[in-house]
């Protein structure tokens, strides 16, 4: 009893009131903050390197390499969906980077060609297959109730 009254005189404002529950002193927080941390994340999927095309930069017939990423929404750092795919290509000779967006019609049926073979990868479906898995039992149960 001596700890709750010690509790109950230490109140401020930003506390609402005491509960006890089993003999265990409960507060309830009037202005209760919590932090999410969301967002959305790339990771590298592929890179390969082409022949044939020539840089748009320097006009040299080097190889390109062309890198795709994946790209996907997370909550606490947990992968929840797939967003999409991207990618850039990159000239070995002089570095010059391009987005699909800038690149020539030979060097895009490249990239498109490397895209599709690419598949998006199962992980970044693990934060809905986590909540599936954690509420699954629960919705089972209630309706074989």
């Not at 890179?47 to 390499?65: D, F, L, M, S, W």
């Not at 895209?115 to 149960?141: A, E, H, N, V, Y």
Request: charged fraction near 20%.
């Amino acid at each position: 009893m001596l700890h709750l009254i010690q509790l109950k005189e230490g109140l401020n404002k930003d506390f609402d009131q005491i509960n006890i529950t089993n003999g265990t002193p409960f507060i309830n927080l009037k202005n209760f903050n919590i932090m999410i941390f969301y967002g959305s994340r790339s990771k590298h999927l592929k890179t390969e390197r082409v022949t044939g095309p020539t840089c748009q930069h320097c006009k040299n017939q080097a190889p390109i390499n062309i890198t795709i990423f994946g790209k996907y929404a997370h909550l606490y750092w947990i992968p929840f969906f797939p967003i999409g795919k991207t990618g850039v290509s990159e000239c070995t000779h002089c570095k010059k980077t391009l987005s699909p967006k800038e690149m020539d019609n030979s060097l895009k049926r490249k990239y498109d060609e490397i895209d599709s073979f690419i598949k998006t990868p199962f992980w970044f479906w693990s934060g809905i297959i986590l909540i599936l898995f954690l509420f699954l039992p629960t919705i089972i149960m209630t309706i074989f109730r």
